[in-house]
RNA sequence: GGGCAAGUGGUGGAAUGGUAUACACGAAGGACUUAAAAUCCUUUGGCCGAAAGGCCUUGAGGGUUCAAUUCCCUCCUUGCCCACCA
């Protein structure tokens, strides 16, 4: 009976309801060498077993699975189940990360409460997901909103205030008008909201952030170990990091005792700083102007400059502005007098605030010099322009050369003066080596609702009161009045603000502010672990057993924010002693985007295809093997709708030939003919490239076109003449073998029609996904003989089928006598031969 | 401006120094059919040629090598990330 639409969904729903019913994924670790019970069903859980844990970045839940979660979880789902056939315990779970905005604005829009609205569309996601048969242990399925798990979100802040990594204070943060709220650094993007994409602003606020700065070093360092992350993703947080080497230069203010600390990269160009600049929210800007004949002129620009929102700066034509502030600074190698301007192409917020300017070796000093008339001066020579004058040079000079106008140090070449200049600033305490870094601490708190309340109280006597932890989880209230404006709707709850003070009984009130949810997301794969337990975050054993994630599947859209604050908690949650491993992920996969017509799939731009439908007329297995087959995982994927359509015919003849062609119970037979040598050369091929494949980087596409390969060679098979010395039922047993081993090559990627043609093959004794995965046969890739090609001077001239390992004796009178070889070497001498065995014979003449 | 990828038939893509274009899609022709769908078979990088065969071809140019999509240099284009970070 050919494959219909009819049966795809009665095969799919057999084995999806067959999976969850029976528990089939459900996993047990193996805690203190004891063995868990196990279902008779799943693997059974040895000791001996190495365990392997996948895991695929978590949804948002907003209702219904999208292409994007379709591609994430199928490249998952192949990597678990293939695991399970290799034998190994594997860990394969699902979760939602489940608490944020939109949340929040269907309640706005539609009156109904996130806490509804959130769990209406997790159930519509999990059905969405079963209906794509991932193999998940759906026993530690887990949503982020659940109290049984901010709870321990909850634990995590106050063992972090506790070590002194939880604090706050005041300053100016990123302020989004639109959402209400702060937002950290990593949430900005070009000056923009990175969920609603509206002009950030800067605001003073009291806020909460953790000391992510603490682990700086390790978390640069470490990436090193990171062996099997992509190389960008690696680049990305090394630059986000931005570890730089300078000094610290200390510039005296003239006619007072204060002192200008600038941060350089370039202690080499110090002879030739002609000016300093401060930052517009530099503390000694206005105390330089006062009472000189800038002082109203500095004001007006500093008070421009707090007037302009960050991103507006950051845009346009980046002209570099700023005045003079009257004051001068005392050039420590020197003595020279140069004078301070404050500029706003200076940033507060990076190293001290301030810089020494060398005009001719920055082009952003450059740049202003030119614009306000600034003095320059040459320290480096540049070996192309020797003698060159500054008013000649048309942008800096920021290449290597030797110094020059420098005193002591003239003739040095640049790089060896930064660390002599260095040094000898610090011998003379005029400054000192220092490393500043681009990272800033973590804000984490929100004014919103749907979130994890954090865990503080204020007390008017005792001041911050952090939740004692037998109180945990601060639960969030269910009623609220959510308008999107105003700030935290929390604060507006009365019950949930009012609070005995732990410590002293007297009335306090209770922070209202929640947690962002990056937050949740940056110890979720360490909850999986152990996801029910609520005596502690985990069990220390179970995570030691499971992590580190062998397998971490996602978005490169995730390459800085989510895997840095994981990093960052797994480290945190190392030094506490919870956690065993340095580092969270092992390897590190990110998929490539779903396209149409060239554009991203997206709702916005109105071209998405919706799973559901896919999978109504094609059903999950084509889909997914159609994701898997159209481009490599990394890469982006055009959507094809005449692709799909290939795919689904490919299935149907799988299961057709199945159908029609194997016969059970055939005896294998003794000696094998020629037909039946290529069969299960092709067969064996097949084992080789599609296991190749699934261990040297997941190259699923080639994969599955091993098995095409295989398919074509059942069919020629099928068609070939019978041999003289087989019987129809030894022939039978080759063609058997063979598509025993297409299914089961097979099932990692469409594993519902694996199931159903399985136990159509009479095979009915467990899951295909325990199947051991098929054994390689090396003997019978090793023909007798081989097909070599003959080049002349480079040039494919011949092809020759030859036995198997024959060397230059053999291999030389063959090639030469032949025609087509002879065409291009009569006549002339040959030089050299060089034979690669197998392979050719390259002629030289 | 800095960093990282990538560029191969009509299309998605394959090949990690050794037969460039595997596998698939699409297209063309054929078989089956009253017909269509489905299925099966054949052909399918370009140019010259009746054929045998020859020449060209992996963004452009150069280099190393008997041999380069692959290694090296220069340039062009596209995508992504970061960015007045001193």
Redesign the pocket.
């Known amino acids: 009976m050919?494959y219909t639409t009819n049966d795809i969904k009665r095969v799919e729903e057999k084995w999806q309801k067959y999976w969850k019913e029976n528990r089939v994924f459900k996993v047990s670790e193996v805690s203190k060498g004891k063995t868990s019970e196990t279902l008779a069903t799943s693997a059974t859980s040895d000791s001996s077993r190495p365990k392997y844990y996948v895991l695929e970045m978590f949804p948002y839940p907003s209702g219904k699975i999208h292409m994007g979660h379709v591609r994430n979880y199928t490249i998952a789902d192949v990597i678990a189940r293939y695991k399970m056939m290799r034998g190994f315990n594997v860990l394969h779970p699902m979760g939602y990360d489940a608490f944020g905005q939109p949340a929040e604005n269907a309640a706005i829009k539609r009156g109904v409460s996130p806490s509804e609205w959130t769990y209406k569309c997790i159930d519509d996601m999990r059905a969405g997901l079963r209906k794509m048969g991932f193999s998940y242990d759906w026993d530690r399925e887990l949503a982020t909103c659940d109290d049984t798990y901010y709870k321990w979100n909850q634990w995590i802040f106050l063992k972090m205030f506790e070590k002194g990594l939880a604090y706050k204070k005041g300053s100016p943060v990123n302020w989004c008008p639109s959402c209400e709220t702060t937002l950290a650094?990593?949430e900005?993007?070009?000056g923009a909201c990175w969920r609603c994409k509206n002009q950030v602003v800067q605001k003073d606020l009291e806020q909460w952030y953790l000391k992510i700065t603490e682990y700086s070093e390790t978390l640069l360092g470490d990436l090193q170990k990171l062996d099997n992350w992509?190389?960008?993703v690696k680049?990305?947080q090394?630059?986000?990091i931005?570890k730089?080497f300078?000094a610290d230069i200390f510039f005296k203010v003239k006619g007072s005792e204060d002192v200008i600390t600038?941060?350089?990269?370039?202690p080499d160009t110090i002879f030739g700083a002609t000016y300093v600049t401060l930052?517009p929210e530099h503390p000694l800007v206005m105390k330089l102007a006062k009472g000189t004949a800038q002082e109203k002129a500095v004001a007006a620009f500093v008070e421009k400059r707090a007037n302009t929102s960050k991103s507006l700066?950051?845009s346009?034509d980046?002209?570099?502005?700023g005045v003079f502030t009257g004051g001068y600074a005392v050039n420590p190698v020197n003595g020279e007098e140069i004078p301070i301007w404050v500029g706003?192409?200076?940033?507060?917020?990076?190293?001290?605030?301030?810089?020494?300017a060398?005009p001719t070796h920055?082009?952003?000093?450059f740049?202003f010099a030119r614009e306000h008339g600034l003095p320059m001066r040459i320290v480096i020579q540049d070996p192309a322009n020797p003698g060159i004058a500054p008013d000649k040079m048309d942008k800096a000079f920021v290449d290597s050369g030797a110094l020059v106008n420098s005193q002591q140090f003239d003739g040095t070449p640049n790089e060896e003066a930064k660390q002599k200049i260095s040094a000898w600033m610090e011998e003379n305490k005029m400054g000192r080596v220092s490393v500043?870094w681009?990272l800033r601490d973590w804000l984490i708190s929100r004014q919103r609702y749907w979130g994890a309340p954090i865990p503080m109280i204020y007390c008017e006597k005792c001041g911050i009161v952090p939740v004692p932890e037998k109180d945990l989880p601060v639960r969030l209230p269910k009623e609220a009045p959510i308008t999107g404006e105003g700030g935290s709707p929390l604060a507006k709850v009365d019950d949930f603000v009012k609070v005995k003070c732990p410590q002293c009984g007297h009335d306090a009130r209770r922070e209202t502010d929640t947690m962002a949810t990056f937050f949740d997301s940056s110890w979720y794969f360490l909850r999986y672990c152990d996801a029910h337990n609520d005596k502690a975050i985990f069990d220390k054993d179970k995570a030691a057993y499971w992590m580190p994630v062998d397998q971490y599947i996602g978005g490169?859209?995730h390459?800085?924010l989510h895997l840095l604050y994981s990093r960052f908690f797994t480290k945190f949650l190392k030094d506490l002693g919870l956690v065993t491993c340095d580092e969270p992920f092992d390897r590190l996969l990110t998929q490539g985007m779903v396209l149409k017509e060239g554009e991203v799939m997206s709702k916005s731009k109105g071209n998405v295809v919706d799973p559901d439908e896919v999978i109504a007329k094609y059903g999950a297995d084509t889909l997914r093997m159609f994701i898997l087959?159209?481009?490599?995982p990394e890469?982006?994927?055009?959507w094809?709708p005449?692709?799909l359509?290939?795919?689904?015919?490919?299935l149907?003849?799988v299961w057709?030939t199945v159908e029609e062609q194997y016969v059970p119970g055939a005896a294998d037979p003794a000696v094998l003919d020629d037909e039946g040598k290529k069969l299960e050369f092709e067969r064996n091929l097949a084992v080789k490239r599609v296991t190749d494949?699934m261990e040297g980087g997941f190259?699923f596409?080639?994969a599955?076109?091993?098995v095409?390969?295989l398919?074509?060679a059942v069919?020629?098979y099928r068609?070939s003449p019978l041999a003289p010395n087989l019987t129809i039922l030894e022939r039978q047993a080759l063609l058997n073998r063979a598509l025993e081993t297409v299914v089961l090559l097979l099932s990692p990627f469409v594993p519902h029609v694996a199931e159903e043609l399985w136990q159509k093959m009479g095979k009915t004794e467990k899951t295909v996904a325990f199947i051991p995965w098929p054994e390689l046969d090396e003997s019978a890739l090793k023909t007798d003989t081989v097909?070599?090609?003959a080049?002349v001077?480079?040039?494919?001239?011949g092809?020759f089928t030859v036995p198997r390992d024959a060397d230059e004796s053999v291999l030389r009178p063959i090639v030469l006598a032949d025609a087509?070889v002879q065409?291009?070497v009569a006549g002339k001498a040959i030089r050299?031969v060089?034979v690669?065995k197998n392979?050719?014979v390259?002629?030289?003449v």
């Open positions: 050919p650094n990593e900005v993007i070009d992509p190389s960008r680049a990305m090394e630059n986000w931005g730089s300078g600038v941060f350089t990269t370039r930052a700066r950051m346009g980046q002209r570099k502005e706003d192409y200076v940033l507060m917020e990076y190293g001290t605030g301030a810089i020494m060398v920055d082009q952003r000093d740049e500043h681009r490169i859209e390459a800085i087959f159209a481009a490599p890469d982006e994927l055009e094809n005449a692709g359509e290939g795919n689904w015919r490919f149907n003849r057709n494949g190259k596409n080639t599955i076109s091993a095409m390969v398919m074509n069919d020629r068609n097909t070599i090609v080049q001077n480079g040039k494919v001239r092809e087509g065409r291009h050299k060089i690669v392979k050719l390259s002629i030289v």
